[in-house]
Structure formats: C-alpha cells, structure tokens
C-alpha cells in the first residue's frame, strides 16, 4: 500500500479517555441526532459502544481462547487528528477530526485458501466527522489515510504472530464503510459496491396485493424479543457459509468474504430501537412500551418451518427496515410465498407503532428470488413504492492487499451488517 507523505503536525491517535470520546460524539451530535437532542445523541452512541458486539472480545472470552495474540484488535475502537500547530487549551483542543472503526469476526476465501473457509478481521468505519470550522482543510482526508496506515502497519506485522489462527485473521484483514458522501472515499482507496435500496410506504397495498395472496398459512409462529432468536443466528451461519463457498467458486483468484451472522449485532440495532424510544416515549404519550417492541417473526411449523425475517424500527425515518430475511435452503423455489407470511408480521409491527414504510437493501430481498414481490412494487411503483434507489449509505471497500477491486466479493452487503 502507498505511504502517505504529511504535515509532521498532524498526529493521528486512537483515544481510551472517556471524556474525550464523549467530546468527540458530541462534536457528532449536530448532524447526526435526528430526533434527538445533543446529549441524547451522545448518550445513545455511548450505549451502542458498550454493546456486546463492541465489548466482548476482552482476555478471558471464547474469543481471547480463539485467537490468543489479536482478539484486542476486535471490538470498537476510536480515533482522532490532531492538529498541534492548533493552541493546546486542554485536551480536546486541538482534535480536528474523529471517526471509529467497529472490528467483528468476518469469513472469507482467498487464492490462498484453496477453497477453505478461514476467519478475516472486518474493520467498519462510521462516525467520520469534521467540526465546522476545520472543514476545507482535508483534515478528514488526512485522517483516513493514516488510519489506513495504521491497519496497515498491523497487516505488515502479523507474521510475527506465532499463533496461526491469530495470524490468518490479521492476514485477512478487510476494511469498508458506509459513505454519506457519495464517492469521497475513492479519493483514499476505498471501492464503491453499491446496493440499491427499496422504500415501500403503502403498506395497506403490499398487504392486500402480496401478503394475503400466500397460498400456505401457518399455523404456528414466535415473535422475537430482546435476544431470543440463537437458534435462528445458528441457521443463517450454516446459509452464509454455503454461500461463501458458492460465490468463492467463480472467484478462484479473488477474495470473497462476509461479516458473520451473529445475535450481537442484532442487539446492536435493537439497543439502537429501545434507546430512541425510550427517549419518545418520555416526550409524548403512547399506548406502548419498549417491552412492546418485537424484532422479527420466525414460522414454527409446517413446510416452512424456521423462515424468519428480522427487522429493526428506524424511528428518525418513521419506517421499519428489514435486516434478514432467511428462506430455508429447500424451500428457495417457494421465496417468493413464505416472504408474504413475513412480510405480513413486518407490516404488522410497522402500523402497530405508526410507522409509515418498509424499507430494505436490494441484496437482503433480490428481485430475481422474488419475481412476485417485484411484480407487485412495479405496480404500485406509480404511486405507493420507489424501488432501486440510490444508497444514502454507500457501501465501499478498500481492497485486501494484492487483491484487485474488481476480485472483491462481498457477500451479505445489506443493513445486517451496517454501521
């Protein structure tokens, strides 16, 4: 990778100091608080960062077993720009520019693999921000290239990791975001794979027109609550592996990865969910609590048994976004007549809230495995549907080393695994 030449100024750190992070999402809270104020906002991203899927790599866990010399590369990690040639009041006073990378256990085939599923550290960036009065500098630009640097001058350590397992999952580092800004990221090596998004507000229509036209009715379903669905994670992990082998197949010489399932990063959304309600729930009166809240609906019997869709509630964009929608490897010819059952508990819990939409990634629900679901949004695309819109949340990936971009597979792009 190309070493970038900078001001000798500028210095990029990863920050520990509570106070500092809260500083920094502080500065965020502006642009990105929707519906909440300020300090919720800071609130609410302190409590996502104590998450699980952002904690539980520490010494002692089944990861630190798993993979004794890089599990503390896992979890949530924040950084910042300084600019020293700034004056130096107190300790945030010089911090220019901030981001945060969430690092999960991902799996991937590579040339070198021949064919074997190994693990791969996949690095999110999110909360990339600039102050107001910093912008215009490249002071983000600068901050992304030394965090590149920074990953990869671990990638150029890891073979001094004696721990095999350890090494692969440094070996097979992957890093990628969401951008909020269109193709800002090429400028520093990052890929655009973009992922059309569908957004669906005429429930009643979809109801009628698709739901109610399924052919089999179960007679047995659950819904979800707050992490009680293992069994279902357990069923996707077996569908993502059987996938990542099918796409390495016609990708001998590239390199195929997905993030993997895992009940953690559910939560992740459902801490998400109750946070912000909670916080409604203080400024208005609802019939409802946040032990209402369900987050998806699994069929519990009959030929379809253990189809399940998740969903997450996105109360800043008065919709319901479907995360995962699962169909039963045997069943795949029936997609399109088991996703009416679900999308039909979906739109359930989308009115039982007052919210308005359904909204989901093109990849999670392709046209091509649900020609009738498609038939129908075609329809009501005149006046109830916009389908195959751009991405506010544009997904890009900065290549593995030695692999070419267009080699990159990325299999599960969806909301599942957004940050």
């Not at 030929?303 to 699962?326: C, F, P, V």
């Not at 029936?334 to 739109?347: M, P, R, S, V, Y």
């Amino acid at each position: 990778m190309t070493v970038q030449s900078h001001p000798p100024n500028l210095i990029f750190e990863e920050v520990f100091d509570p106070e500092v992070i809260r500083f920094t999402l502080h500065v965020n809270s502006e642009a990105w608080k929707g519906v909440l104020t300020n300090d919720e906002y800071v609130d609410r991203e302190l409590v996502l960062g104590s998450s699980d899927i952002c904690t539980k790599y520490t010494s002692g866990s089944e990861y630190a077993k798993r993979f004794p010399e890089s599990h503390n590369l896992l979890g949530i990690k924040y950084f910042v720009l300084k600019d020293t040639s700034l004056p130096s009041t107190d300790k945030m006073s010089q911090i220019v520019s901030r981001c945060e990378t969430l690092n999960r256990l991902g799996s991937c085939i590579t040339p070198n693999s021949k064919g074997k599923i190994e693990p791969s550290l996949t690095i999110c960036i999110g909360g990339v921000f600039t102050p107001i009065e910093y912008r215009g500098k490249g002071y983000a630009k600068i901050m992304i290239e030394k965090l590149n640097s920074y990953y990869d001058d671990i990638y150029d350590k890891a073979s001094s990791i004696t721990h095999e397992l350890s090494r692969t999952l440094v070996r097979n580092m992957v890093i990628n975001l969401y951008s909020e800004v269109g193709e800002y990221y090429s400028k520093m090596g990052y890929v655009s794979k973009h992922v059309p998004i569908h957004d669906i507000p005429g429930l009643d229509t979809l109801n009628e027109e698709y739901c109610k036209t399924a052919t089999v009715t179960p007679t047995a379903g659950r819904m979800f609550k707050y992490d009680d669905y293992t069994d279902m994670i357990d069923l996707q992990s077996k569908q993502f592996k059987n996938s990542l082998v099918r796409l390495a197949k016609d990708n001998p010489e590239g390199f195929t990865f997905t993030v993997d399932t895992d009940i953690d990063i559910f939560k992740w959304f459902e801490d998400r969910d109750i946070f912000i309600f909670s916080k409604l729930l203080e400024k208005k009166k609802s019939p409802f609590t946040v032990d209402d809240l369900r987050y998806g609906y699994a069929i519990t019997d009959g030929e379809y048994k253990d189809a399940h869709i998740i969903w997450h509630h996105s109360w800043n964009g008065n919709e319901l976004i479907i995360t995962k929608i699962y169909i039963p490897e045997d069943r795949q010819q029936n997609a399109d007549d088991i996703a009416k059952i679900l999308f039909g508990e979906a739109i359930k819990e989308a009115k039982k809230f007052g919210l308005t939409k359904l909204e989901f990634w093109d990849e999670e629900i392709p046209a091509n495995k649900f020609p009738e679901l498609f038939t129908v949004l075609e329809n009501m695309s005149k006046h109830e549907s916009k389908t195959f819109l751009s991405n506010g949340s544009l997904s890009a990936v900065r290549p593995p080393h030695g692999i070419h971009p267009e080699l990159v597979r990325w299999d599960n792009n969806t909301k599942f695994c957004w940050f």
